[in-house]
């Protein structure tokens, strides 16, 4: 037997305009954001209207009549990685007070990926994309993006990176060099000399930043640069367990010290040091970069170089909303965390 057809059409704002007994024009100012005001009594009917009829707004239709729809577009690398979940949730909880909707696309660490995701949205007409990772160095990319971000800007719409400064758009930018700088005089004075650097891709801004302010960091202590080995490698969890397995394998004194360029990796390179049967802090002092809120879960406590990534996320809504004559660079400062995983600090 056939199942029936009980679908029905969605109620349109005629459809509530006629509920309530009002104009067209009343019920779309009510439910579209108009500025202009709308007599209490006639926007109540037409707000229990709508809900009696279940209406939903047509994004589209906005589009078309403003130029914009009230989404807001996020473009992270990988969502599975908490340092992006926590930005991205720093912006969901901006937007939905702004009352904006955030979408959210993921790159999959692909610039290619991410250009393509951005001309995507723009087809969308959000009224902001907010890109969030690491640049590469890679020219060509580079100007297919920026290309891509400036004409979404010139058909009204408004770019935040939360990302390395340097290109056209408002900025939130974490200070990699500076935190990774601190963290390693810090160590250099604790006494850890035979020090190691999982280094993630040689092409990735974010990589290359906290391993110059690491390296820059034991110089500035007395400990130069040669002193100092980095070791490339995706810039995951597994990527960090494979670099340890290399290190392990090379001939040669152990190092005391591995600095992993963000946490994820410095976990995956404690998972490695467990499975050589060596215990992270004991036999090598292990130290990441981010601190992520998974690492309240790490035994032990992984000593690190703490981001507001949440800030990061609402701050880049608030440059989104509030939209400058001139693109804003914002500097969020980086602080060392000691735990555990490094004993001589403590």
Known sequence: MAREDTRRPPATLHDVAREAGVSLATASRTLNGSTRKVNDEYRARVLTAAEALGYVPNLQAQ????????????????ITDPYFSQIAGGIITATDAEGLVATIGVSGRDPEREV????????????????????VADAELTSR????????????????????????????AFDNIEGA?????????????????????????????RTQGFIE????????S?????????????????????????DGERPDLVFAVNDVMAVGAMARLRDAGLEPGRDVAVAGFD???????????????????EQGGTTAVELLV???????????????????????LR
Not at 122 to 131: E, M, N, T, W, Y
Not at 233 to 248: P, V, W
Not at 322 to 344: G, I
């Open 63 to 78: 589009a078309v009549a403003r130029g914009r729809t009230t989404t807001v577009g996020i473009i992270v690398a990988d």
């Open 116 to 135: 393509r995701l951005v001309s995507a949205l723009r087809a969308q007409r959000p009224s902001g994309i907010v890109l969030v990772g690491s640049r």
């Open 145 to 172: 993006l920026t290309s891509q971000l400036r004409d979404f800007e010139a058909e009204g719409g408004h770019v935040v990176l939360v990302s390395q400064a340097g290109l056209p758009f408002d900025t939130i």
């Open 181 to 209: 700088g601190a963290l390693a005089r810090r160590l250099a004075d604790a006494g850890y000399r035979r020090a190691v650097v999982l280094a993630g891709p040689e092409e990735l801004l974010t990589s290359r930043e």
């Open 217 to 224: 960091g034991y110089a500035a202590a007395g400990h130069p």
């Open 226 to 250: 040669p002193s100092l080995e980095a070791v490339h490698s995706a810039f995951t969890r597994d990527g960090g367990y494979e670099a340890m397995g290399r290190l392990l394998d090379q």
């Open 291 to 309: 601190d992520i809120e998974t690492l309240r879960d790490v035994s032990p406590g992984l000593t690190t170089v703490r981001l507001p990534l």
């Open 322 to 344: 509030r939209r400058a004559a001139a693109p804003s660079l914002v500097r969020l400062p980086a602080e060392v965390v000691v735990r555990a995983s490094t004993p001589a």
